[in-house]
């Protein structure tokens, strides 16, 4: 029953299924995202946020590569793949940019509260996740259409 179920979700072109996907992808995106974040936060010349900056990137690299052959597959946009890429970056940094937004405000709301120590390790965790979802719901609706939807066909070359 489960897998028939994940296996339907995983090929139907409706929008519930595909916004699963996006989902599910954007979770991935945001394991990678937090990850690096932990990874580069304490480097020289990095603080939370420029290695933030860093590591949004690096889970929009994977998020369009998932995106494109998983979340949807089903849509042919007749665009470059590079092309595609870009328009995937430029809504997904504007989606980041709302993204960022919140979670500059959740890390700023955490400091003025004075955390516990415990708090203050998971503080950018929960920020991230915050500004993930602000940000999903904005790419998902925009980005469906404006990258992966069917192009006018002028730069399918």
């Not at 849509?75 to 092309?83: A, N, Y």
């Not at 996740?129 to 999903?136: A, C, D, E, F, T």
């Amino acid at each position: 029953m489960v897998k028939k179920t994940l296996k339907r979700v995983a090929r139907s072109p409706s929008d519930r299924a595909t916004f699963v996907r996006f989902s599910l992808v954007g979770v991935c995106m945001g394991v990678i995202d937090v990850g690096m974040l932990y990874l580069l936060k304490e480097q020289p010349l990095l603080n939370l946020y420029t290695a933030r900056v860093l590591s949004y990137s690096t889970g929009l690299v994977a998020g369009y590569l998932l995106n494109r052959y998983f979340t949807f597959h089903h849509l042919d946009s007749g665009r470059v793949m590079w092309r595609e890429f870009v328009r995937f970056f430029g809504v997904h940094w504007t989606g980041g940019l709302i993204n960022y937004a919140v979670y500059s405000l959740v890390i700023v709301a955490g400091m003025r509260t004075g955390l516990s120590p415990g708090w203050e390790a998971l503080w950018p965790l929960f920020a991230v996740w915050v500004g993930g979802v602000v940000g999903l719901c904005f790419n998902f609706f925009v980005g469906r259409r404006l990258v992966f939807g069917a192009g006018s066909g002028a730069d399918a070359g």
